[in-house]
Structures are given as structure tokens and as C-alpha cells.
């Protein structure tokens, strides 16, 4: 019987332990295991992401304002820091601006970035970055029309255009320039003629260099105003396009200059189905002379052309191109020279400044489109193209002797001598022809009727409406 009892009490004091025990606080430190389930790894967050947002086209007047929206993809507020780190078009370090943001959970936050100092007129890269994560470089602007590119032509360098400007022919039709129509793309509005004429030779003692170009004549017996188109590099891809009759408004000429485009395009003119069918049965009476003036291992090498002469390289000859096309134009009964126009992009941009700086008729005005061959010095600085070629072809000449003969085929200096209106167009992303390049031309010009667009994301290409734009710009002032 008393075993019996003393079990019982037993049984009563174990549970009544087991019950105290089940409703006390634990300490954790005498459980095994316990600390593992207690103390996980917390959760890792994604790395946060940004857009840059163009504000005020990239450009301001003299210290940056750069925003950037953060986004957060994370289910907790999250802070870090937004960097942008700014280096000239030239490649010299300016500044490194930091600044720290919260971002909500799952949500984003714009952060404006500037500097503590004005920056110089200029153009500038900003390396953009959120946390360790690069969300975008991009060049952006700082008064650019305050941008000074020194002109630095030569004591000779009028002397040196006037010369050179002697060598070209005299134009006499079926003499030194011909004219073939092509039937196919006249109308009774315009006939449309493959023009071939003498232009200025290679060499003082060379022969002419021919040139070829398509000719609008309006079909009215009425003077009309003259556009001049000029091309951009050649790079020989493709064939040439023939200009339809158009309209009859314009008297116009799509000229190529010495080597390139309808000097270099055999093939483009032999009787092929898709010739004839684009074209019709017309073929220039000389298709075999359609050859480069580059030598064979020069491929499309214009800028390194004869490069270091003066009587030579390629942009004295194609600048005089230019020059005879005009002079071609004045000679037509139906050319109202009062009314006279040019335009072109990059390399046609450059010939346009150079044409209405050098014509013997003044120009009403002239659109050029990422206008190429500006301020040579700092041009090689920003990108390494042409100055590359030029380096690799400057033989003995010391880089100051270099930049001294470049001097006379140079945009920025060329601009002082124009003074009728221009409209000019830069892509601050342009890694062919910097915007730096665009404005020493346009900065220098010596006219006040001018305007630049402007367009923050473009590279080498056109501005949106560009055509149009360029097509009011010339109406507008039709004498």
C-alpha cells in the first residue's frame, strides 16, 4: 500500500513539474539548435536599378542638372548611394558628385545630381552609377554657344583658296562639261542630265579631274532658286540614286565630288535587269571611265588622299568641286543665282560651309547636318578618327606643321567668311563628328542668322524633322 501511494505522489510531482516547466520562459542558450532557427541570414536584396531622364535636351548654361530615377525591386525601403562622374570631351577629369537616396519598397525616386562649381562652356561625359551598378554614360552640354574654337588659318590662307580656285577650267558645254539626259527620270516639270565636267587637277602639273553630278533644270523657262546637295562619305556600299524630275520649284545639283559616288560606280550603270528596270534603257556614254581616284590600296581613304599637300589632298580638290558645280549652275539660263541654297550631312555638311565660303556667288543660306572636318586639334583629341589616319599619314611633319596645313581645309575657319544664313543641326551622343566639332564651326560664323538643333540622344545621324525643318528654313528667305 505504500508503494502504491509513493508512486502516485511521484506521478503528481512530474506532472506538475512538467506543467511549470511547459509555462515559464525558455532561455534559448539551453536548447540545442535553438540559435540556428532564431538567427537565419536575412534575406538579400536586389540591386537597385536607374534611368537617366533627358531634362532640358542635356544642356545647361553652367552647371549640369542630371536626373535619375532610382527603382527599387525590393519588399523594404532600401538606401544607396547615386554617383555620377564627369570627364571633359577631351578626356580630363573634372569631378565625382555623390549623393546617398532612400527608395521605398517597391517603388522609385528621382535624384537630381549637379556640381558645388560652374563648369566652363564645354561638353562633358557623365558616367552614371547606382551603387556598383552603371546605369548610363552620356555626353551633355554647358553653354555651347559660348564655346571658343580660335580660328587658326594660315597668313596665306585667302591667297592659298585664290590660287587655288585659278586652277579650275573654264566651263564650255560639249567642251569641258556634257550633258546626258536621262529620260527615265525626266518629266514635264524637270529634265533630269547626268552632268559630266572638268574640275581642278591633282597636281600644278596634272590633268582636269573629271566630275560627274545630276542636274534638275525646271522646264518653265522661268528662273528658279538653285539647291546644291552634297553627299557624305563614300563608302561604296550600294549604287547611286538618280534624282527624279520632282516638282520644277528648284533648279537643283546633286554633285559628287572628285572619287566617290558616280566617279566610282561602274557597275552601277550597266544594263542589268534591276538597272533597266529602276532606270530604263539610259546609260552614261563613258561607263568604263567611273573609277576611283584612290590608288588600290587606298580603298575609301579620302582624308589620307595626298595628305600633307596642299596642291594635293583630297579636300582642296573636292572643296574646288564645289566651287565648278556653282559655276555650272550660273551658266544656266533657268538658275536664279540670287537664290542660292546648299545643303548636306556630315561630310556634305563640311562641303556646304566650305562651298559658300569659297563660291564666287554668294549663298541665301545653307543646312548642314553634322557637319564634319572642325577644329582638327581638338577633333583628334576627342575621337580617334580621322586622326588616326591623319597621324599614320603625316609623314616627317611634326604635329604643329600637321595641324598647320589642315588649317585651310578647316570648317571653323572657313565659317568666318560666311555670312548668310545657316541652319546646323549636332547629336551630343555623335562619336563621328563630335558636337564640340559642329559648334567651332557654327560659333565662328559671321553671320547672325543662324540656328543649331540640338537633339541629346543622337548620334551621327539626323534630327528628327530635319527635312522639313531644312525645307522651311530655305523658303522662308526666297528673295
Known sequence: MKKKSFLFITAIVFIAVTFISCTQPVDPDQIPGQDDQEQQEPEKL??????????????????????????NPNKVDVTEVVSVAI?????????????????PASG???????????????????????????????????????????????PDFDEYWTNAKACLPELVEGETVTLTEVTTKSNDKSKVYLVKMQSAPNSPDGEPVIVRGF?????????????MHFFGWDDRGGSVTVPSGGSGTYAEFYLSTRGQYNNNRPAAFEKTEEWIAEYGEWVPDDPCEYASIMKPNDKYNWFGFNFGDKDGFYYRGAFLDCVQAVRFMASRSTSDMNN?????????GALSYACAALSDYPFTAIACNVAFLGDYPDYFNIVSWPGDTAKANKGS???????????????????????????????????????HTNFAAFNNLNTEDKEMIIDPEMGHSYPAGWSTKQSNFFKERIK
Open 340 to 348: 542660292l541654297f546648299a545643303e548636306g550631312s556630315s561630310q556634305g
Open 215 to 227: 542636274y534638275v533644270e525646271p522646264q518653265d523657262g522661268e528662273k528658279h532658286p538653285v539647291i
Open 108 to 154: 522609385t525616386k528621382k535624384v537630381t545630381i549637379s556640381t558645388e562649381e560652374d563648369l566652363e562652356p564645354g561638353f562633358y561625359k557623365a558616367r552614371c552609377m547606382v551603387g556598383k551598378k552603371a546605369v548610363r554614360s552620356f555626353f551633355f552640354g554647358i553653354s555651347p554657344y559660348e564655346v571658343v574654337s580660335e580660328p587658326d588659318m594660315q
Open 87 to 103: 570627364t571633359t570631351d577631351l578626356k580630363k577629369a573634372v569631378t565625382t558628385v555623390e549623393q546617398s537616396v532612400e527608395v
Open 397 to 435: 611633319m611634326t604635329d604643329e606643321e600637321m595641324y598647320a596645313f589642315l588649317s585651310y581645309y578647316d570648317t571653323k575657319n572657313l565659317a568666318t567668311k560666311i555670312s548668310c544664313a545657316v541652319l546646323a543641326s549636332s547629336g551630343l551622343q555623335d562619336g563621328t563628328c563630335p558636337p
Open 46 to 71: 536586389e540591386a537597385l536599378t536607374g534611368t537617366v531622364l533627358v531634362t532640358d535636351n542635356w544642356v545647361w548654361d553652367s552647371k549640369p542638372a542630371i536626373v535619375i530615377e532610382v527603382s
